[in-house]
């Protein structure tokens, strides 16, 4: 990236003057080195979504940030319905609220390390993973509508879950406002055998020993300890959210130009917020936000039974989920005054700090647990919102290392076996259906998940509380 283009502000916030039709700033969360590995058309996206009808305070980007679909992965923007706000399928991506979750299990790294391989096989037994993976649930087209509309809530009222989880779940597991009848029979049909599968690409199931800790006061709230080991899981809506996502693009692009709107890029196709497009568009990606919320928790109940088929003592207690794809209507004070705001975070975690009211009560008082993917090679974190991150970045942090190269051009550089050989050595058990998908999410495809979180870091946007290391990894 042209680094001079940007005003440094300090060694860890850039800024990008608004010119041509930018409407607010540029504002960009990294180090020069982060900076200068990242590809120019990320400040090229930063500055189209700028200048998008609506945007208010200014258009962000994470640490993480690379290039993606209209806006940048690892990109924040807000948009004021008031003010002629719109709502961007591309700001939320075609996996609607992929995300992450996190849970203790009660055992430890001496207690997993003699039982590895038979951990790594019933995982990979229990959980389906892959493109086009079936589960073993099939849903009616009345128990798709009803899991639509419920989330993880339904997940649990059908028994794939426990009533606890829903706590510690962002929406506390239901997002309000979905929509079943807004999202399209095709979609419907896509996901009807999809629930409880890990999907393709850079999703995975991880068992994770804790590594080190750096915070231990928030660590202790969080239920974590130095050798502890937890499980992680990163996927999303599967099918159902990738459908909406092309449907909604094709017909926001057509719409447009209706609205008055001038798209500096057609994968930035958006619809007012309060036009019939934008209204239809918020009911089904809602609903594809309880899709990927129930998913999570259904892979949750299925871990749960085969890790306590070999760890009987396990427990298996959900830190916290959160997503990083996604549109919400949250309030957030600006210039004085609250102000109810669409803040889309494509590639970016929810990261609130201490004191939000949007936060279950156990965790109020330290702040929301922000859970980092790092690479099946080195090491995932469990960070905190910082305090005062709401004016930074509307509550938002790092989502993931960012990846610094394609998969096309990780196939060129690895073997999908040479990485499961390589990383068995170092005692990391890799299981997946695809070679080719290992190749693609190589540990070398990424930026060092490292200098991504301290710079998040530095920026004032989420602290570290735990460095988290593989030990298994189920791979789409």
Same mark, same amino acid.
Request: net charge negative; hydrophobic share 35%.
């Given at each position: 990236?042209?680094?001079?283009?940007?005003?440094?502000?300090?060694?860890?916030?850039?800024?990008?003057?608004?010119?041509?039709?930018?409407?607010?700033?540029?504002?960009?969360?990294?180090?020069?080195?982060?900076?200068?590995?990242?590809d120019d058309r990320v400040l090229e996206q930063v500055a189209n979504v700028a200048a998008l009808p609506g945007i208010v305070k200014a258009s962000y980007a994470m640490p993480?940030?690379?290039?993606?679909?209209?806006?940048?992965?690892?990109?924040? +923007?807000?948009?004021?319905?008031?003010?002629?706000?719109?709502?961007?399928?591309?700001?939320?991506?075609?996996?609607?609220?992929?995300?992450?979750?996190?849970?203790?299990?009660?055992?430890?790294?001496?207690?997993?390390?003699?039982?590895?391989?038979?951990?790594?096989?019933?995982?990979?037994?229990?959980?389906?993973?892959?493109?086009?993976?079936?589960?073993?649930?099939?849903?009616?087209?009345?128990?798709?509508?009803?899991?639509?509309?419920?989330?993880?809530?339904?997940?649990?009222?059908?028994?794939?879950?426990?009533?606890?989880?829903?706590?510690?779940?962002?929406?506390?597991?239901?997002?309000?406002?979905?929509?079943?009848?807004?999202?399209?029979?095709?979609?419907?049909?896509?996901?009807?055998?999809?629930?409880?599968?890990?999907?393709?690409?850079?999703?995975?199931?991880?068992?994770?020993?804790?590594?080190?800790?750096?915070?231990?006061?928030?660590?202790?709230?969080?239920?974590?300890?130095?050798?502890?080991?937890?499980?992680?899981?990163?996927?999303?809506?599967?099918?159902?959210?990738?459908q909406i996502g092309t449907e909604t693009l094709k017909s926001m692009a057509r719409s447009a130009p209706g609205h008055g709107i001038e798209l500096p890029d057609r994968e930035?196709?958006?619809?007012?917020?309060?036009?019939?497009?934008?209204?239809?568009?918020?009911?089904?990606?809602?609903?594809?936000?309880?899709?990927?919320?129930?998913?999570?928790?259904?892979?949750?109940?299925?871990?749960?039974?085969?890790?306590?088929?070999?760890?009987?003592?396990?427990?298996?207690?959900?830190?916290?989920?959160?997503?990083?794809?996604?549109?919400?209507?949250?309030?957030?004070?600006?210039?004085?005054?609250?102000?109810?705001?669409?803040?889309?975070?494509?590639? +970016?975690?929810?990261?609130?700090?201490?004191?939000?009211?949007?936060?279950?009560?156990?965790?109020?008082?330290?702040?929301?647990?922000?859970?980092?993917?790092?690479?099946?090679?080195?090491?995932?974190?469990?960070?905190?919102?910082?305090?005062?991150?709401?004016?930074?970045?509307?509550?938002?942090?790092?989502?993931? +290392?960012?990846?610094?190269?394609?998969?096309?051009?990780?196939?060129?550089?690895?073997?999908?076996?040479?990485?499961?050989?390589?990383? +068995?050595?170092?005692?990391?058990?890799?299981?997946?259906?695809?070679?080719?998908?290992?190749?693609?999410?190589?540990?070398g495809a990424y930026k060092a998940v490292e200098e991504v979180v301290e710079a998040a870091e530095s920026a004032g946007l989420s602290r570290r509380v735990a460095r988290v290391?593989?030990?298994?990894?189920?791979?789409?």
């Amino acid at each position: 990236m042209d680094i001079d283009r940007l005003h440094k502000v300090d060694d860890f916030q850039w800024v990008l003057e608004p010119e041509r039709a930018m409407r607010v700033p540029g504002v960009l969360y990294a180090d020069e080195a982060l900076l200068e590995g990242m590809d120019d058309r990320v400040l090229e996206q930063v500055a189209n979504v700028a200048a998008l009808p609506g945007i208010v305070k200014a258009s962000y980007a994470m640490p993480d940030a690379h290039w993606g679909y209209g806006f940048p992965i690892g990109g924040v +923007a807000a948009f004021d319905p008031d003010a002629g706000g719109v709502v961007s399928a591309g700001g939320v991506g075609f996996d609607i609220s992929c995300g992450v979750r996190t849970l203790r299990t009660g055992v430890t790294e001496e207690d997993i390390r003699p039982h590895q391989k038979a951990l790594a096989d019933m995982l990979f037994h229990r959980i389906p993973a892959g493109l086009g993976s079936h589960g073993k649930i099939h849903l009616s087209p009345g128990q798709m509508d009803d899991m639509l509309a419920g989330g993880a809530r339904w997940a649990v009222q059908e028994g794939y879950g426990e009533p606890e989880d829903l706590e510690r779940i962002e929406e506390y597991g239901c997002m309000p406002g979905a929509d079943p009848g807004q999202v399209s029979a095709r979609a419907k049909e896509r996901q009807k055998d999809e629930m409880g599968t890990l999907g393709s690409g850079n999703h995975y199931l991880e068992v994770q020993k804790v590594a080190a800790v750096y915070d231990p006061d928030t660590a202790s709230a969080f239920g974590l300890r130095e050798g502890d080991v937890v499980m992680t899981i990163h996927c999303g809506s599967r099918g159902l959210g990738h459908q909406i996502g092309t449907e909604t693009l094709k017909s926001m692009a057509r719409s447009a130009p209706g609205h008055g709107i001038e798209l500096p890029d057609r994968e930035l196709a958006c619809a007012p917020l309060r036009s019939p497009e934008g209204q239809a568009y918020l009911g089904a990606m809602r609903a594809g936000i309880n899709c990927a919320l129930a998913n999570r928790e259904i892979i949750t109940h299925l871990a749960r039974q085969g890790f306590q088929d070999i760890f009987p003592e396990a427990t298996l207690e959900l830190l916290y989920d959160v997503s990083h794809n996604t549109c919400k209507e949250e309030e957030h004070r600006l210039d004085g005054e609250t102000r109810r705001l669409f803040v889309h975070r494509k590639g +970016a975690t929810r990261a609130f700090g201490p004191g939000n009211p949007n936060l279950p009560r156990p965790l109020r008082p330290v702040g929301q647990p922000v859970l980092i993917g790092g690479t099946m090679g080195t090491a995932s974190y469990i960070l905190v919102g910082e305090e005062g991150n709401e004016t930074r970045s509307f509550g938002s942090s790092c989502h993931g +290392a960012g990846r610094r190269m394609s998969r096309n051009q990780a196939k060129k550089q690895w073997r999908g076996d040479q990485v499961v050989r390589e990383l +068995a050595h170092r005692g990391i058990l890799i299981r997946s259906p695809s070679m080719r998908g290992v190749a693609e999410e190589a540990p070398g495809a990424y930026k060092a998940v490292e200098e991504v979180v301290e710079a998040a870091e530095s920026a004032g946007l989420s602290r570290r509380v735990a460095r988290v290391e593989p030990l298994v990894t189920i791979k789409g």
